[in-house]
């Protein structure tokens, strides 16, 4: 796959997507209490996650964090559940907001990151 997709996919979308997502996130049950302890600031931290995934899709480069280093501060409270259910609700969102070709680019890649994430915060097996 090119490192950014051949389509019209904008940040105005991205920006709709992170908002609907993160919203969902807040209700939800098993990862609400975690987002809303963490996040001190939400639409700063949905700027910040929109830059990230102008950055993943787009290649903007407007994102400068370290998502590992943020993941790895909570390790403590993470699970692969958790992981999971992120990309659940990742996955229904996405496919309500996007039109079908991005949506499963878009879920690929969340995949591939959460699965990052995951090594990174001990939660799966180093991937030699």
Not at 14 to 41: H, K, M, S, T, W
Request: with cysteine; proline share 7%; glycine share 4%.
């Amino acid at each position: 796959m090119p490192a950014s997709l051949d389509l019209d996919l904008d940040d105005a979308q991205l920006r709709n997507l992170v908002e609907r997502f993160y919203a969902r996130i807040r209700q939800d049950p098993e990862l609400g209490p975690i987002f809303n302890d963490i996040v001190q600031d939400w639409p700063e931290h949905l700027t910040k996650l929109t830059a990230f995934w102008s950055s993943v899709m787009l290649t903007s480069g407007r994102y400068h964090g370290n998502p590992m280093l943020a993941h790895f501060q909570h390790k403590e409270r993470l699970t692969s559940a958790l992981f999971a259910r992120w990309l659940e609700l990742w996955g229904e969102t996405s496919a309500e907001t996007l039109p079908p070709a991005y949506t499963a680019a878009i879920q690929a890649r969340a995949a591939r990151i959460a699965e990052n994430l995951q090594r990174g915060c001990g939660l799966l097996p180093p991937d030699w």
